[in-house]
């Protein structure tokens, strides 16, 4: 894609802690024509079965989570701390009520895969789905992790196999 230079994961040398956790990430599944995105700060990224991964999380109520379900291939969407407001925006409005990208003032773009992200990205990756799993409850060993689902909302996690790392 033009603008993006094409790295190796392992070439990313930016903390996924900040990244992830402090400046959130926009997962975006569908295709140009039909997609949805939201915004997540609970994820990660490393090696498993031999294959650069990451790994995302997604309530089985939000709206993106249909697009993940139906899709071989996700986005995860980084941008600079002046996309804060537009990030604002994908986390708390659904993209059954709103356009979620001219809400926020993002030009979604096609990527040479067919997948989805935004011109304004200063970095994404794009990840072939190949493992799921429903999280249970049952198997929180920190009884803490619980406060979290107050509505027994359990997320459904993702590990997607990172097919590229494309970056400004």
């Known amino acids: 894609m033009t603008g993006y230079k094409v790295i190796k ?5 930016e ?3 900040q990244l992830i956790g402090s400046n959130w990430m926009l997962i975006t ?3 140009i024509k039909n997609y949805n995105m939201m ?3 609970w ?3 490393g090696v498993l079965w031999h294959k650069n991964v990451c790994y995302v999380v997604i309530r089985p109520q939000r709206y993106t989570y249909e697009y993940v379900e139906k899709s071989d291939y996700f986005t995860l969407s980084f941008f600079n701390n002046d996309y804060k ?4 925006i994908c986390g708390s409005k659904s993209g059954r009520d709103i356009d979620k990208a001219k809400e926020a003032g993002l030009t979604p773009v096609e990527t040479d895969n067919g997948s989805v992200t ?7 990756l794009e990840c072939r789905k190949i493992y799921f799993q429903d999280l249970n409850p049952d198997n929180f060993l920190d009884s803490g992790i619980e406060k979290n689902y ?4 359990y997320h459904r996690m993702y590990v997607g196999e990172i097919l590229s790392c494309n970056i400004k």
């Open 15 to 17: 903390s996924a802690f």
């Open 39 to 41: 915004t997540a700060s």
């Open 9 to 13: 994961p392992e070439e990313l040398n």
């Open 150 to 153: 107050p509505t027994n909302d």
């Open 43 to 45: 994820g990660g990224f």
């Open 118 to 124: 935004f011109s304004q990205s200063r970095l994404f």
């Open 85 to 88: 407001d537009a990030l604002n």
């Open 29 to 31: 599944a569908g295709d």
